[in-house]
């Protein structure tokens, strides 16, 4: 375990989770059938990163999160998560990471919030000091003060999520598990969840890895994300890339001074909609809209014009439709 | 390491004491209810003693006594209900126990914590409310000395350590049942019975009295009560406190080991 820059914090080698679940045959007889949740998967994660792990529901995600946390053992391959072999050593572990369920909490139901911190405190063993650092950051930067001292059963979903969110960090975690951290949120909450989630990867150098059905949270969130599905990896890139990557088209908006009819011999784009003088041409990802700009302009009285960026939304659902071993 | 150990679960119980008393309209309910059957059970109990004066070796004086500890006590033991340990329960049905594994603290100990907690409330609240209105009323056989009261409190203690390692094993069932509500109920009907809540242990004759006596059960109501009414001193003193630990540290001895094998299971097959 060196502390050098390029050190991998998350290390997964080919790692798989087989479970085995019998199923009804008939009336008595059981046949064992195996389920690959996770499917030979391998990534690493260097210190201070800040993941998106997305994919559809029983991609293997949650799973994947299970065995990085030590409460799930590998079937096979080898993982390591700052040095530690989690299922090996999950106490030890414990200490060094954080982990928010969206769904779920750690928080005391019928207690102040601040009691459940100080339990945080006691179990975690956080140094005095450093304890009321952390605390008073997270009270400002999460907005916290004013529910303190109110029991948690009364907070709302959001207040509830931020006062998660805090006590996951309460010990300097050199790895936070984020699922679907957004989840149920107000637009503000989201914000602030987020804005926050930024200044804890950027000040503290905090590695997080992040699942979410929300997109928006990886897009304003993670340069890398990685894509699975069907237990195998089926994407693991920057962002951007994987706009390309889902065969995603741009859209060049323009605006013509007068009506006209669809805009022709534009190479690499076509038109596929016209509305009075706008128009609509779309193009690869990957291409530069420069020169697609200049022959309209060149042909065309160009008044205004727009980028828009495919909607990843719409490259992921692409990408998960793709199938097994798609992209990469 | 020990020390701060030591501190958490001191936070844990009292956090789960500050939590009870919290409840207090549920406080206030409890105290009513279990006066109002203390003087139903009470009256019972004269019209029995009436008739069978010193029945098990207790003078009415003594039967009253039982009668009010038991009371006090049904909380406190948690005689009728899974305590603290319901939310356990509910957390293994749901799947939140995964939240409470990824924590550096032992699940047993932290739950320990927290239902002493629970009962040092309910002891305040349930337990000596009741006991007082019971020894205003009737005429009880309450030792004078403050030792035996600190016996008594030992032997308490010793009930809940019992009671929790019981509640304890019928809430890890939960890893293996769909469902753990027939379970509880099974139990605490079970714990009603076998802990002299229903009648005194005593009472029941022959082979059958002295069996019911042997039995965990026993350490939740019998022995505390015994302590308290003076129907146990000296050797047999030591000897009631001596099988309540020992059951106390058989059970929690076999809580752990099923503990072992529930984080198994859900480690290897996922929750």
């Given amino acids: ?328 | 390491m020990r020390g701060s150990a030591e501190v958490l679960y001191t936070a844990v119980a009292a956090g789960s004491f500050r939590r009870y008393a919290t409840y207090r309209t549920a406080t206030v309910a409890g105290v009513v209810t279990n006066t109002v059957f203390g003087f139903i059970v009470a009256y019972t109990y004269i019209a029995l003693w009436h008739e069978r004066p010193h029945l098990g070796g207790y003078d009415q004086a003594q039967a009253m006594t039982f009668v009010w500890t038991g009371q006090a006590l049904l909380a406190v033991s948690a005689l009728m209900s899974g305590g603290n340990l319901d939310e356990l329960q509910e957390r293994i049905r749901t799947g939140d126990i995964a939240v409470d594994l990824y924590r550096p603290a032992d699940l047993q100990l932290w739950w320990l914590a927290a239902d002493l907690g629970r009962a040092g409330l309910q002891l305040i609240g349930r337990g000596v409310v009741p006991m007082a209105v019971g020894a205003l009323v009737f005429p009880l056989a309450l030792p004078g000395e403050a030792l035996t009261w600190c016996v008594f409190l030992l032997s308490v203690l010793l009930a809940v350590v019992v009671s929790f390692a019981l509640r304890y094993l019928v809430a890890l069932a939960s890893f293996w049942l769909l469902d753990g509500a027939g379970l509880s109920l099974i139990s605490g009907l079970a714990c009603m019975f076998f802990s002299g809540m229903v009648l005194p242990l005593r009472v029941f004759p022959g082979d059958f009295g002295h069996f019911v006596q042997l039995l965990p059960w026993a350490s939740m109501l019998q022995v505390p009560a015994d302590v308290l009414l003076g129907a146990r001193t000296g050797g047999a003193l030591l000897r009631g406190l001596a099988f309540q630990a020992g059951w106390a540290v058989a059970l929690l001895a076999l809580g752990r080991l099923v503990q072992r094998a529930a984080t198994r299971k859900v480690v290897v097959q996922g929750g």
């Fill in chain 1, 1 to 328: 375990m060196s502390g050098t820059a390029a050190e991998q914090l998350i290390e997964m080698d080919g790692v798989e989770k087989v479970f085995s679940v019998r199923r009804k045959e008939g009336r008595l007889r059981r046949v064992r059938h195996e389920v690959r949740a996770v499917d030979g998967i391998t990534f690493r994660v260097p210190r201070g990163e800040m993941v998106g792990y997305i994919g559809p529901n029983g991609a293997g995600k949650s799973t994947t999160i299970k065995m990085l946390t030590g409460i799930l053992v590998p079937s096979g391959g080898r993982l390591r998560v700052a040095g530690i072999d989690p299922a090996r050593e999950r106490t030890r572990l414990a200490r060094r990471i954080g982990v928010v369920f969206g769904q779920r909490t750690t928080l005391w139901w019928d207690l102040p919030l601040k009691d459940s911190y100080e339990l945080v405190r006691r179990m975690y063993r956080v140094p005095d000091a450093r304890y009321r650092d952390n605390l008073a950051r997270c009270v400002e930067l999460l907005d916290l003060a004013p529910l303190l001292d109110v029991p948690v059963r009364q907070l709302s979903l959001g207040q509830r999520m931020r006062g998660d969110i805090a006590a996951a960090l309460l010990h300097d975690p050199e790895v936070l598990y984020l699922d679907e951290p957004t989840i149920g949120l107000d637009v503000v909450s989201k914000a602030k969840v987020r804005e926050f989630l930024r200044e804890v990867n950027a000040e503290r150098g905090t590695t997080v890895l992040l699942t979410t059905h929300d997109l928006t949270d990886i897009e304003q969130l993670c340069r890398r994300v990685m894509v699975i599905d069907h237990g195998r990896l089926v994407y693991d890139g920057r962002l951007d890339g994987l706009r390309a990557a889902g065969e995603g088209e741009r859209t060049l908006v323009v605006d013509l001074a007068r009506e006209l009819p669809p805009i022709e011999g534009v190479p690499g784009a076509r038109t596929v909609k016209v509305a009075g003088p706008r128009q609509w041409l779309v193009f690869p990802a990957g291409q530069s809209a420069a020169p697609l700009v200049a022959a309209v302009a060149e042909r065309y009285p160009l008044v205004d014009l727009s980028v828009r960026e495919p909607d990843i939304e719409d490259v992921i659902a692409k990408l998960y439709a793709g199938g097994r071993g798609g992209v990469m």
